[in-house]
């Protein structure tokens, strides 16, 4: 199995996975993607049309993955469905900095949400605009701007992603 850059893995390490070792960081670094680049692109179609209902929907989906590490929507479609199709490995359970950047997420969507519903779309866009960028940015190169928030303030066990960060990794 090919092994993951030093980037990827501390990339992982910073959201969570810590604990996988660089062969399952191997195997889930693309898998891992699924999740933030549906949601991606779904948050578009509601920022598209300007949709208070997709995006109230889109924050119920951040929600699930909040509340229900083994359980997020779209972990879930991926996990019964499409894992079958590729042959990959079921989604590992999601960790608490992952969980913290989906809090992130639904309390923007949601803003986004009533913004556009009581006739503010300037802050919607910018609300739902920022949940799209990140997601973006998290399916091209896993790394998760809510975690890395985690981190630096702090919350939760560090260790692991700070030894990752004095082994030259770029965080």
Known sequence: MTNCSATTAANLDMQGFGELDADAKSRYALPLRFTPGVATALVAIGLVLRSPLWLGLMAFVALTGVLLPRGMLIDLVYNVGVRHLTGAPPLPSTPKPRQFSYLISTVC???????????LPLLGFFLGG??????????????????????????????????GREHGAAV
């Open 109 to 119: 969507l949601t803003g986004s949400a009533l913004s556009f519903a009581y006739g």
């Open 130 to 163: 920022a949940v799209f960028l990140g997601g973006a940015v998290l399916t091209t190169t896993l790394w998760c701007l809510g975690s890395w928030f985690y981190r630096r303030g702090g919350l939760g066990d560090t260790r692991q992603w700070q030894r």
